[in-house]
């Protein structure tokens, strides 16, 4: 493809190669390797496995207290370095010395950290900042801290933020003015200024719950007051794409009030490497017009990349950045000319450290007549010194990016500014490290794959059976059309549901409440009868072999079918979901998600294992192996994933050519109507699946009959066990063993190392423990703290559960929901009363009274043999326990008659290992939440008591739903055998 | 490689192109298409699914008694060829008229037939001779008949020879002489030649059974008198290669006689294919030269080249065939030369349709001084006549090979022929179907491949885990030393076990008896009281986590260590099944190597199942599946394969990394003891497998106990079904659900269609039925008949049973050994006794009275619900059921508790794949015995009460013995993820 050519672009290299001229002259401090660290950087430029070892230890190094610790991550990490050069072999074993070598480590850490990081208290930060001053250069200040998870944590930054303007105020007001840095056509520009992430103003920043707004905006609003006050500036940082639409929205609201209406100083970041910033920076532009105010806007390459692609490709989601380099370099300067043509009303800062984009900037700015003081370069600290001098004396305004604050918290950016440095991309690496060709690095952004797409769109497309499987993406509610929609779904269905009316008991009828409210009835079905369930049951024995001897590649289209449908219904069900047994959005999103993978994975699941395979080469003899469906499948499922776990079971019952009779839980009726409903429009017979509604008596008497040769379970431990017996007693006239494929309970720990990011791990702790109010096989139920960390990482998470809303789930304010039944609560306050016995209550919330609600519950110092620690609660109450080190903490994980799920946070190579080999449970979590289990990527169930081994959404699932047969034929006739290729029919 | 110069080459190739010019002047019949079949042989040639159609059509064809049964055939045969030739699609649409058509094909057929087969009665047999007088040609007859397969049909074979010989010997009488074909150097030759199949002379030719040898000796001496009576000449035929050794044994032998030594006329036929062929030769001429007497020889290429090649790949044995055609040819010359070398002792005869063989032979006679009638040339009837015309015409004594009797037996004959004429490298669709260039047909043969070696030799070598799966050899019990050195293994065994004493009876003590003989003890071992088996468990518990974390791969080692080890004691352990359990020799022998079969096969298998897996790639996030063992596994062995059942279970819980406790069945205590021996030998720890002895109650214990993970069990159905609801019942501080493998009975079905190959049927019957009595859960307890071959069928089954001698298995000579123990042998005659009621005994065999025996007994006419058709026996007791046609004999077959093997005889295309369909069985074999499934080949296990569903010696067996582990981490740390590449460790 041939390129725009630029009319400016000759003075745009003439410039960057004057400037690369004068910046060559010195290196950036970080790439003069003077110290063993120094030394490591630039050995990693050359080996990726160093490089992730050395980024790794320098992630967890300052959460490691002892100098014990650091000589055993030191090992820990360096010892696995495949060492691509010999000289590293030396650098192993001098590190292997650990412990001795741990001061030295530290010290190198601390002082590369403080290369880019300012230290908030003492004289510092005054020294730093007087430093820049005098090249001369503007500021601002990053405050770095700990991931916000509690509104105690919010407001405490948010003091945070109001104490450093007040005290840079005082200290910047006495200083003599320079043209240079102060001043813009406007008039003097604030010296001090303030760059704010806003996911720190609030417990959670999460764009579905609008109390993130409001909450963000209160405490912004303080910020811009003060600053305000204090002539300071404030700019607002972007930070991943799933906060930026609101990001957004929160300035541009804050912005737009009448008391900040003529603040001229409010700053935006907005990140070029989006596909949507173009029209991002267009709305914003058009907006400020409308407004009838200036607005700065920081124009950033973006932080984020890898995070973005990796999170996008993890949900299925569009890649929301430009995935090539190139694409981001030419987004930015098309959007640098669209900011500098805006100048009456935008003021423009340009963020990079790469010269070719610089001198693009500044040479667009005097081309669209923007004055040299009308915009502003702004560069990190630490970095790319050289360049900024070269700028500095070229006349521009440069503003140094100031992180200032600890070093724990800061150490997710000195990560990104490592990378930055030693990234094959890096414009500092290639011309400091690489040495690359001037004209190369400074040549206008080529192009090399497809121009910039929107990120908007579906990519949930139905798929043929010969696609290979993906899952399906979850709904995003960072966007607004999506919350729209599913509002308005809400509302629709809860239409529904009020024409029903109210409850009224009857003995015939199963009449389904919606547990938030439970005087509204969310479906009434017909309770199935003993002798009708033995209709059905000779029905679908009647018909079995027409459904046994279908193709698998029709049975596996049915399922698709139903795939396909229910994309299209999928705002509908998860709608339902939340009316009939109480999920919040992205709960009943998720499992709306789950069966439709489910559909798809097993129909391709199927494919694989449908017609004979041979199972050897042989003249004169053909030997095949296949599979066959083993009969009449029950399927007694549960509430808690009313629509996942039943057509999960379901799908693979009937897709390898079983019979289903499906036994929803009394509390969910509806939703196995919905999926009935789903599969016969897809085009499954009917006489194929059933559907049986009632209680434990009607799934007794299935798990009983002779007739049935599958049970398909998930469910409690109780109900499991009992199945397991009755199902494998023989019964009169059964000509079969049957099978039981059966998933039961889990009380599943979640460990927390000393050296976990404990940002993360409360985060993630928090989800897994309260999501669905606990109700999920999966749930964290207990938390193993180590005697180090135990005090902070219990009040971070009492602090952050307690910022959680309880209340109706289709309010998206609401984290924590009622639970599924009356007989639910009882149990639930039961096991509180009997856990305040047992161990100390640290939070119990309040929780409405109408409707099925329970508050959060933690418990602490739990013993761990007692009931609280040791049975499954299935509720809002988690249960923390104290270990004296991580192998005390693992025996105590796996000290349970549940092996479903766990997980550990640990950056210890080592630990990490260990849980991987000695945590031994269904699913382990290392560094992630541990509920969510995505089909074929995690595929699920439980060992000990959770379970009988099988895995849901796994590679074996579909074998216990068939038989293996083997057929050997002899194909030799009076010495004549067909040739070897004809032999296989 | 160059070849070796001949001095007679140029002479051999001008002879064979002066004989080519002669005989291409005229076509041979075959390849004179005039009729369909003519036509369709033709297509043939170009089109391999035509011609598997085309032979299998004209296999069956004599067997289908009307019409309807051919048009039926005709259709389902070509109707499902693969039509490479545009012009085939009329061919099928005409045959589609089926019905209509079926006389003219008959007609066809018989009239192909009778081109290669004269009729053995009326006028037609003398016609054709004294046409072939005419030409002048000699003759050979080859009396065609069914396979014998009892003493009565051996009788009756022998009968018909000496009939045939009395009446042609009357016939040929009166011709007048004809030197060309009568006159020999040492005077005129006998006019009538009998060629004899040995094989035809004795109720089951087997090398391995003495009585075999006297048998066919006293039938054949019988022959040879009369024959030297009446001047004529008989030729023992050579069949396949397992029955090479014992036919030249038995020829040599009755020619040494006295009584022969001066039979002029004595020949035999070799097949210069053998590898063998070149040393068989020199060793005949040897003894001939000792024993100072002529012998006949007929060389031949040999026309088994396809089975034998199927036979010995499919068991595993060397191919005793020149795989490459020219090694074939080769061959044929060097043997020519041989022979005529050798001229003083031997009357060599040259079989062949290849000009160039012949003319060598011609040349080479020349060349030694052998005179023109001092050797001669065979042909077969109704092939290649131009070649023989001018073979005659250049003056050689020709014979020709004449089949004489019905079409049905002749069909296999025939279907030699067709092959012979229509295979790519046959001579003669060479020359006269693909109309070759002449150049090439003649010359010297080239080798491609490497020069011969003998096929002897160990093909049961010890493999790495990293090399492909393969079988075991079973042993060649055609083989002298390997029939000699298990007689001294016997003896050896047996003389360990007369060491031991009587009987003695004590609590503390399982003697282990030999049921042939019950009061010698062949071993004696300490019962495993309760206690001691907790102990076992504990023991086993505590070295569980040690085995479970050693690397599978040395795991498997140990398997394969143990293979070895097998391989080196297979001969010493199928001597102990012998005496332990009364197996025969080829069922001890198989049983040794079914075992080295599951530890070879387990042992990849497992290193197939070791290790992690990505379930999906993804960035910042790995995903694993990954298989663990699942603890403390109980083997619940049978006795009826007493060290391959028990070490396939065993082997599959210890490479898994399970622990094992061995409960071997009471009756098999020894075998087990060795098997225990070779782990432990091989390398494997104490711990990881404890042998407990004992009976039920021992394995109930171990059923029940809450410390047990897994129970694999082989046994009968009330015992399976108890483990099932014994495991399945949770007990106190069991902290797992159990996993039960289990095998159980069978009460296994073979069904005979109309149009089966009943040669195979009645031997793959008695096979299956009556091998190791019965005692098999793989054994054929029911057979179907269809009312039209029923009651032929059920004649020929109860005459071969009949035929079968009943004594101890140490003696090859009894096919039928002892049942297991005095509990069996009372249940047995309990069944014998019931039958009597239900059905008719229409065969019932006596026993030796001392030692464990029964006679096998036939029930015939027995009713489908009747207690001897549905219940599993486990003896020497065959129910045959009568059915209308194979429909309902298939219902017959299915209606059934069990379902592990069954069979079917048919050459129906449509039948077979209705019993592919409808025959629902773990184990189905189509044209073949229904025991003996190899591992790998066959994966073994049966549904409804015969088993779970699992398959031993299959791909899936292993996931029972293990469960499944998903480890998922985000590897993503602030942002930073390591390259893809580096993620999965």
């Excluded at 509806?670 to 799934?699: S, T, Y």
Aim: glycine content about 6%; overall charge neutral.
């Amino acid at each position: 493809m041939t390129l725009r050519t630029d009319p400016t672009e000759q003075s745009v290299q003439a410039l960057a190669r004057a400037l690369y001229q004068k910046a060559a002259e010195h290196k950036p401090s970080l790439f003069e390797a003077k110290d063993l660290l120094g030394r490591m950087i630039d050995w990693s430029l050359e080996d990726p496995s160093l490089r992730v070892a050395l980024f790794r230890f320098v992630d967890v190094l300052p959460s490691l207290a002892s100098s014990a610790e650091i000589g055993r991550h030191l090992e820990e990490y360096f010892a696995r370095v495949d060492h691509a050069l010999g000289g590293l072999v030396f650098l192993a074993q001098a590190l292997h010395a650990g412990t001795l070598v741990a001061p030295v480590v530290r010290r190198n850490v601390v002082k590369l950290a403080r290369r880019f990081i300012a230290e908030e208290r003492g004289d510092h930060l005054i020294k730093v900042l007087t430093g820049l001053r005098k090249e001369p250069a503007a500021f601002t200040l990053d405050v770095v801290g700990e991931a916000t998870v509690s509104d105690v944590e919010a407001s405490a930054m948010q003091e945070r933020y109001i104490e450093l303007l007040r005290r840079l105020a005082k200290v910047t007001a006495d200083w003599p003015p320079c043209a240079q840095i102060d001043d813009a056509p406007n008039g003097r520009l604030p010296r001090v200024n303030l760059s704010v992430k806003l996911s720190s103003l609030c417990a959670r920043f999460d764009p579905l719950d609008p109390n993130t707004g409001s909450n963000v905006r209160e405490r912004l609003r303080e910020l811009f007051r003060e600053a305000a006050k204090l002539g300071a500036a404030v700019t607002v940082d972007m930070e991943q794409y799933a906060f930026k639409d609101l990001t957004l929205e929160i300035f541009r609201g804050v912005a737009a009030e009448k008391e900040f209406r003529d603040a001229p100083h409010a700053t935006i970041a907005l990140q070029a490497y989006l596909k949507d910033a173009e029209s991002d920076v267009g709305d914003l532009i058009r907006w400020a017009r409308r407004q009838k105010r200036r607005l700065g806007v920081r124009l950033v390459k973006g932080a984020y990349w890898d995070s973005e692609i990796a999170w996008a490709k993890q949900k299925g989601w569009p890649i929301p950045v430009f995935t090539d380099k190139a694409a981001t370099d030419a987004s930015y300067e098309r959007i640098s000319r669209l900011l500098l043509h805006s100048n009456d009303v935008i003021d423009a800062a340009f963020g990079s450290h790469n010269l070719r984009s610089l001198a693009h900037a500044i040479v667009a700015a005097k081309a669209l007549g923007v004055p040299p003081n009308g915009y502003e370069i702004q560069m990190l600290y630490g970095m790319a010194e050289p360049v900024r001098q070269a700028i500095i004396e070229n006349g521009q305004r440069v503003r140094v990016y100031l992180p200032v604050g600890e070093l724990l918290p800061g150490i997710a950016y000195l990560i990104r500014r490592l990378m930055e440095n030693t990234s094959n991309t890096s414009f500092l690496r290639q011309t400091y490290a690489d040495r690359k060709d001037i004209a190369g690095l400074i040549k206008a952004p080529a192009l090399t794959s497809k121009p910039a797409q929107s990120p908007r769109g579906s990519s949930g497309e139905p798929m043929s059976p010969d696609n290979e499987f993906r899952n399906a993406p979850v709904s995003d509610y960072s966007r607004q059309e999506n919350r729209d929609r599913f509002v308005k779904m809400l509302e629709e269905v809860h239409a529904e549901v009020k024409h029903l009316g109210r409850k009224r008991s009857s003995g015939q009828w199963l009449e389904s409440v919606n547990p938030a409210d439970p005087k509204e009835i969310v479906g009434r079905v017909l309770v199935t009868q003993i002798d009708e369930a033995e209709e059905a049951i000779d029905k679908a024995a009647r018909f079995f072999p027409e459904w046994r001897d279908t193709p698998a590649r029709e049975r596996a289209k049915i399922l698709l079918n139903g795939a396909r449908i229910m994309r299209e219904r999928h705002w509908e069900l998860a709608a339902w979901e939340v009316f009939e047994v109480g999920k919040g959005w992205r709960e009943a999103d998720a499992d709306v998600t789950e069966a439709i993978d489910y559909l798809e994975y097993y129909a391709r699941g199927m494919l694989r294992l449908a017609g004979p395979r041979d199972t050897q080469q042989l003249p004169g003899e053909t030997n095949v192996y296949f599979y066959e469906p083993r009969g009449i499948a029950a399927i007694i499922a549960p509430w808690n994933f009313p629509l996942a776990i039943l057509t999960g079971m379901t799908a693979a019952a009937l897709v390898t050519g079983n019979c289903a009779l499906m036994k929803p839980a009394e509390q969910s009726p509806m939703m196995a109507v919905h999926l009935l409903d789903i599969l016969r429009k897809a085009g499954l017979p009917e006489d194929a699946c059933q559907l049986l509604q009632g209680g434990g008596e009607l799934g007794a008497h299935l798990v009983r009959s002779a007739k049935i040769h599958l049970i398909a379970f998930t469910g409690s431990r109780e109900v499991g066990l009992e199945i397991l017996r009755e199902a494998y007693t023989h019964r009169p006239g059964q000509q079969h063993v049957k099978r039981v494929v059966c998933e039961m309970g889990g009380k599943n720990a979640v460990v927390v190392d000393n050296d976990a990011d404990l940002d993360e791990a409360v985060v993630h702790i928090i989800d897994s423990a309260f999501g669905y109010q606990g109700q999920k096989c999966s749930a964290a139920s207990r938390v193993i703290l180590l005697d180090e960390t135990y005090q902070r990482v219990l009040s971070r998470l009492v602090e952050a559960v307690r910022s959680l809303k309880i209340g109706a789930p289709e309010d998206p304010r609401n984290a924590i929901g009622p639970v599924i039944d009356a007989e639910a609560k009882t149990r639930i306050a039961e096991y509180i009363r009997l856990g305040k016995k047992e161990a100390t209550c640290v939070l119990e919330m309040a929780a409405p009274k109408e409707g099925f609600f329970v508050g959060p519950v933690i418990f602490s110092d739990v013993d761990r043999r007692s009931r609280i620690a040791q049975e499954e609660i299935f509720g809002p109450v988690l249960s923390i326990l104290r270990a004296r080190d991580f192998e005390q903490a693992l025996a105590i994980a796996n000290d349970s008659v549940f092996a479903l799920t766990g997980g550990i946070f640990s950056r210890s190579p080592a630990h990490i290992e260990k849980a991987r080999k000695e945590f031994r449970i269904g699913n382990l979590y290392i560094n992630r939440g541990i509920t969510g289990a995505v089909v074929e990527r995690q595929p699920f169930g439980g060992l000990k008591l959770s379970g009988i081994g099988s895995k849901a959404g796994g590679p074996d699932y579909l074998l216990q739903f068939v038989e293996p047969r083997t057929i050997s034929e002899n194909t030799l006739r009076h010495g004549f055998a067909p040739p070897e290729r004809l032999k296989a029919k």
